[in-house]
Every structure is written in structure tokens, then in C-alpha cells.
């Protein structure tokens, strides 16, 4: 059970909040609970959405974002995220079940794609302090420099998920997935 009170309805949420979770039911469909939580504080729901929608025009794909949410996930035992972006990753990304728990290792079957899921795990597990050779691999694999900031900012956001969902113990409304 949430540490916290979720407010249960955009129309519980605080007046600041609701018309940012208004536009995240537009996209989605939903309102998942992690949203609604944060929704608690309107400015950390403002900043938590305008991070999250300026990455998702970033130079990395969809599935590449969706592996590297899970082995952070993984590796910050995440049980909310972990659940949240496995069904993402199925349903959106269209990864398969190999591939999603390769991800949560820190690999993948495609070779470019373990490169960056490699070096977002390295990050996170080593809080950022990561080799020249670690830079390197990742580059060799073909990634800019703009996408190295990009897969370094999504461990970012995604290990800031992970707290918030830690922290408070965010009631899971997807199918569950534990780490392991």
C-alpha cells in the first residue's frame, strides 16, 4: 500500500496538477498511479512530464528508451517501474520476452542496442563513475554524443522514478514484475 495518498481521480488531485493529467490520459489512455502520486506535488509533475516529453524527442528509439528503463529498474529494484515499462516494452516497444529479460541483465540481442543497454547500466550501477573505455565501447557501437547525454539522462529520469516509487511504495496497477 502507498506510503502516501494517490488521489483517485484527476478531480482529486490538486487544481495545479489536474489539466497535466488531463493531457497524460489524453496520450495514454490512463492515468497511472506513479502519475497521479507525483501529481501530489505540481512541480515535480510538470518537471517530471516536460523531462520525459523532451527525451521522447531525443535521437533514441522508443525500444532503446524501453531497455533502458528496465535495467535500471532492474538494478534499483524497482518492482513499479519494472512492472510499468515490461508492459511497455511488450506492448509498445513490441520486444520480446528474450529480449526484455536480456534487458534487465543489461544486454540485448541487438548488438547496437546492448552497447547503450550496457553503458546505461554501468551508469547506474557505478553512479555515473564509468571508464574511458566504457565511453568508447558505446561509441564504437555507433552512438553520438548527443544520444551518450540522452542514454545518461534517461538513467537519470529513470532512476528518479525508481525512488519516487521506492520511496513511497507506489501501489502497482500493471502486471507485476518483481527484480530479481
Known sequence: MSRITIPKSIAE????SQAMLEAVNQQLGVVPNLFRLVSKSPVALEGYLAMSGALSKGNLSAATR???????????????????????????AKLSDAEIL????????????????????KVARNRGQVSADDLE???SAGYSEDQLIE??????????????????????DFPVVNPN
Open 102 to 121: 536480456l534487458n534487465r541483465k543489461g544486454g540485448s540481442q541487438d548488438t547496437i542496442a546492448d552497447a547503450a543497454v550496457n553503458f546505461a547500466a
Open 66 to 92: 524501453e531497455r533502458i528503463a528496465l535495467v535500471v529498474a532492474e538494478i534499483n529494484g524497482c518492482s513499479y517501474c519494472l512492472s510499468a515499462h515490461t508492459y511497455l516494452a511488450k506492448n509498445l
Open 13 to 16: 488531485a490538486p487544481e495545479q
Open 151 to 172: 542514454i545518461v539522462q534517461h538513467v537519470a529520469l529513470n532512476t528518479w522514478t525508481n525512488y519516487i516509487n521506492e520511496v513511497m511504495k507506489t501501489d502497482i
Open 137 to 139: 565501447a558505446v561509441r
